[in-house]
């Protein structure tokens, strides 16, 4: 790799380069570029621009975990690799030789949550469907870690003849190996506001633009949401930002190396259809904000974790939302209450589309009977996410608490009827208590018999779901059809906890109104009343 010898170049005053246009479009490359002047298109540029000549005294110096930078090729040869590499990674030659590969994509939200894609798909079904406004790739865009790239040799090869020596994982393995990324995307897709540790980003085909927010700032001025398309929040947010509220932003090109400083919250958009290679660090740089949130995250006890917290917190200026979550968190498994609301309340204050904030809030309201305010807090999050079976649980909570049994109803049905995402995990415990309380919902509405019909189908659909069996035996019971009820709820009594409470439950419900239908000098009705 001949960026290896370019160490030995002596280097004067640092000089950065002028945003500079996009290479000449090579006829052997097929990807569908957009023209200047795209409604995505940007001539703004404030991240200095460096030759890949750059020594790395320079970087580290001045860049490293400071500012970002963009490196671009100022070499005949390197843009003669660069040629190469594009025609290797053309969509022909990629259809060619992976199309029956299966890779990752992400929505917004899994990319920024989790890093990694939800859904599956072949390599050439994605590309096809890129030519699709109302497709998949539209909505979940092509980022897959770990898998792909390891297994595609030609590409791989091709690639790191145009890889930046600074942040060659060949020679920094326990860096960089397991987190490389290929990112494949139509244009106006991308990855909304997050951050992350420190890493970099290669174009190879099409234009990304920039959009990044040092840690100093907490975050993005306007707040952001996890679930919304970055496009969208470019033509929502964007142009209504005061000029002190700007991002430092900027175009990277075909070619060049994007570095991004850990903890800088950034969000990209692509410009025409877009091809690029990622990585990150795998663990933070010590004492920086992401080194003391996972200490916070790890620590065994709340006193050792406060610490770390308040610490990150302060390098955020006092304004970091997911700081403040994960304080709240912290005092809520410790019991305090207070606490724990006041930091919810301080993580919606400084992103007011925090789903999971006013969520939380609601939830805490719950608690504390107050559901006319729960009620508008779990409105406020269905707002920003508006496909979450916890957030729909909370407002049909909130309904049937206040007497509103038909608009409950709605609710519930709106959130059994939602995909299960996590079939162990919060979505199916708020599931398994949706059904139950439609069930009852039904019973308190004298609907019996359109309750034992709608649960007995979805048995049939979904025979192994032990909470639509709770919920038919409660339409059986309202129906005094005790004797089915409580086989039904029999068979649940050696399920996981939940399901065992709530069937152990029903059942006590059940024996009472059994026991009432008797004579009153039945023998068991008599035992009941001692």
Known sequence: MFA??????????????????????????????????????????????????????????????????IFYMDSDELREE?????????RDNIIKDYGNRTVSLGSAHSLTAYGEGVMEMTLEDYIADMKNISGVSHTHYLFDRFHFL??????????????????????????YDDTIAIAIGPSGSGISHHWHKDGWNQVISGRKRWFLY????????????????????????????????LPLE????????????????????????TVAVLGQTRTPQVGTQQFLISEGLEAPTKEKALPYFMSALRMGGGKHSQVYNNLANLY?????????????????????????AWQALGNMLIERQQYDQAFDYFIAANELHGNDYEIMFGVGT????????????????????????????TDASARMNAYVNLAVIYN????????????????????????????????????????????????????????????????????????ATLPPDHPMRQTAAM
């Open 4 to 69: 290896l010898s370019l160490l030995t170049h002596t280097y004067g005053d640092l000089q950065t380069h002028p945003l500079q246009d996009p290479l000449p479009d090579s006829t052997s490359n097929d990807w569908i570029q957009e023209p200047k002047g795209h409604l995505f298109d940007t001539t703004r540029c404030n991240i200095d621009r460096l030759p890949w000549s750059t020594p790395f005294h320079v970087f580290r110096e001045k860049y490293f975990l400071q500012k970002p930078v």
């Open 82 to 90: 660069l040629n190469k590499t594009r025609i290797v990674w053309s």
């Open 150 to 175: 390891r297994s595609a040799p030609i590409l791989r090869d091709s690639y790191l003849n145009i890889h930046h020596y600074f942040f060659d994982y060949r020679f920094q393995p326990a860096i």
């Open 214 to 245: 040092p840690p100093s700032v907490g975050v993005p001025p306007f707040g952001y949401n996890q679930f919304e398309p970055v496009s969208v929040w470019y033509l929502k947010h964007y142009h209504q930002l005061k000029d002190s509220e």
């Open 250 to 273: 900027c175009m990277q090109y075909e070619g060049e190396m994007f570095y991004v400083p850990e903890s800088f919250f950034h969000a990209t958009i692509n410009v025409g259809e």
């Open 332 to 356: 809520n498994i410790f019991g305090e209450k207070e606490k724990a609301f006041e930091s919810y309340q301080a993580a919606a204050k400084y992103n007011p589309s925090y789903a999971y």
């Open 398 to 425: 909130c309904l049937y608490k206040t007497g509103k049994l038909v608009p409950a109803k709605e609710w519930f049905e709106r959130a059994i009827n939602l995909p299960l995402k996590n079939a162990t995990g």
């Open 444 to 515: 308190d509405l004298g609907q019996y018999e359109e309750c034992l019909k709608l649960f007995s189908e979805r048995i049939k659909l979904f025979p192994n779901e032990n909470a639509l069996q709770l919920a038919a035996a409660t339409c059986l019971r309202g129906l005094h059809q005790y004797g089915p009820a409580e086989s039904l709820l029999g068979s649940m009594l050696g399920e996981a906890p939940i399901a065992f409470k709530l069937a152990a439950r029903e059942l006590q419900l059940l024996e009472r109104e059994r026991t």
